[in-house]
């Protein structure tokens, strides 16, 4: 495999460059190149044509290789399907909103968590991911926004000068986070460092990995957390998310407060809509019933909280359906009714297979690698 510049520090970068018989300075060109995320040498246009292809014969920039990209029909949203240096693959999303470039992003390749309604876990956990490896994926997004001229499509209503940039991370790609953590934080680290991306527009999802909450919060940099909640009770998310066999309810909602507390953010839950089909076809609904919805309220009374309802994305292998729109709006207007922040996620992109993980099994299939 050839070297990945990206991963160079500042020495090492400028020993490869001295050693192709190039001075110094170019050093400090490619890296500026690569933070803007060059795909290829040939990008890098203040490079003499010679260098660039010595540079490409010797070396690749980023870990990562974009294998398919898929544009929504109304420009927004951006899926890329990357390849690492190991053939496994990954996914991450570039969403163009009114607030600004959000970018989620994988932290895993697979996941071992086994939640039920989920595509990304279908193959279980492959490895986890480099500091460099996740970073790179907004790399590949701020590559994308530059090149798509990101100002033609309404971006950033604000003004911002910077509106080609990536300006919000969300980390709740395929894998747990909180079991990545010192390279999720590493990640985050280098995307404020480097980025100039500030903490409060970073969010961390988790499926309730208690643990790895306490690391955030030793870690003390206010970014959001965002909770997947999906059931109000413990019986009913045992049989959905394995991981609460594990951490019931309670504690990961007392260390989350804990985090939300500290930082005084909004705690972000995130709560999937379930129906399932029953033996005579008919669809039922399964954890967004009213009186789930009554049961949530009560859970949630009192916190600082924003619950954001999803209906559920269609993923073949799994058993669920998603619910009717009435059902969705009935189930939010108990949570508004009992004084609970909520909002429906707005679907995004579903002309590109929206549910998280399914393009990359959809490839492994492909390749009959399963
Ligand atoms: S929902 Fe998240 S934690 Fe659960 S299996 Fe999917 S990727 Fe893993």
Same mark, same amino acid.
């Given at each position: 495999m050839k070297p990945v510049?990206?991963?160079?520090n500042d020495a090492e970068l400028q020993k490869f460059v001295t050693d192709l018989g190039e001075p110094k300075f170019r050093a400090a060109q490619i890296r500026d190149w690569l933070l803007r995320g &060059?795909?290829?040498? +040939?990008? @890098? %246009? !203040?490079?003499p044509v010679a260098l660039r292809e010595k540079l490409d014969a010797a070396a690749q920039t980023l870990p990562v290789k974009i294998v398919k990209k898929l544009e929504s029909s109304d420009g927004e949203t951006t899926k890329f399907l990357l390849e690492l240096h190991d053939t496994e693959q990954i996914e991450c999303v570039l969403m163009r909103t009114t607030y600004g470039n959000s970018v989620c992003v994988s932290s895993?390749? =697979?996941?071992? @968590?086994?939640? %039920?309604?989920?595509?990304?876990t279908l193959l279980g956990l492959k490895r986890n991911l480099t500091v460099d490896e996740i970073f790179s994926q907004i790399l590949v997004a701020q590559w994308e926004l530059r090149r798509s001229g &990101?100002?033609? %499509? +309404?971006?950033?209503? #604000?003004?911002?000068? #910077? +509106? !080609?940039?990536?300006s919000h991370i969300v980390? @709740?790609?395929? =894998?747990?986070p909180l079991q990545n953590t010192e390279n999720v934080i590493g990640f985050l680290e280098r995307a404020n460092h480097e980025l100039n991306i500030s903490w409060r527009r970073m969010t961390v999802s988790t499926c309730g990995i208690v643990p790895g909450i306490y690391d955030l919060i030793k870690w003390a940099r206010p970014i959001n957390l965002a909770i997947s909640l999906h059931a109000p009770d413990d019986e009913l998310r045992s049989t959905i998310m394995p991981i609460n066999n594990r951490y019931k309810i309670s504690e990961v909602l007392a260390a989350a407060d804990e985090f939300t507390n500290l930082h005084n953010r909004q705690l972000m839950i995130e709560y999937i809509l379930l129906a399932k089909r029953n033996s005579s076809g008919e669809i039922a609904l399964y954890n967004c019933t009213p009186e789930r919805a009554e049961q949530l309220s009560v859970l949630l009374r009192g916190k600082n909280c924003m619950v954001n309802l999803i209906p559920w994305n269609a993923v073949d292998e799994r058993d669920f359906a998603s619910p009717s729109g009435n059902a969705v709006h009935r189930f939010q207007d108990i949570l508004i009714k009992n004084g609970i922040h909520t909002r429906i996620r707005r679907e995004r992109g579903t002309d590109i297979g929206s549910a998280c993980g399914q393009l990359r099994l959809n490839n492994k299939k492909d390749k009959k690698q399963i």
């Open positions: 510049l990206f991963s160079f &060059a795909p290829d040498f +040939n990008s @890098m %246009k !203040n490079l895993q390749a =697979g996941c071992a @968590m086994g939640c %039920k309604f989920c595509a990304s &990101a100002d033609d %499509k +309404n971006i950033r209503a #604000n003004g911002d000068p #910077n +509106n !080609n940039d990536v980390v @709740m790609g395929t =894998g747990e």
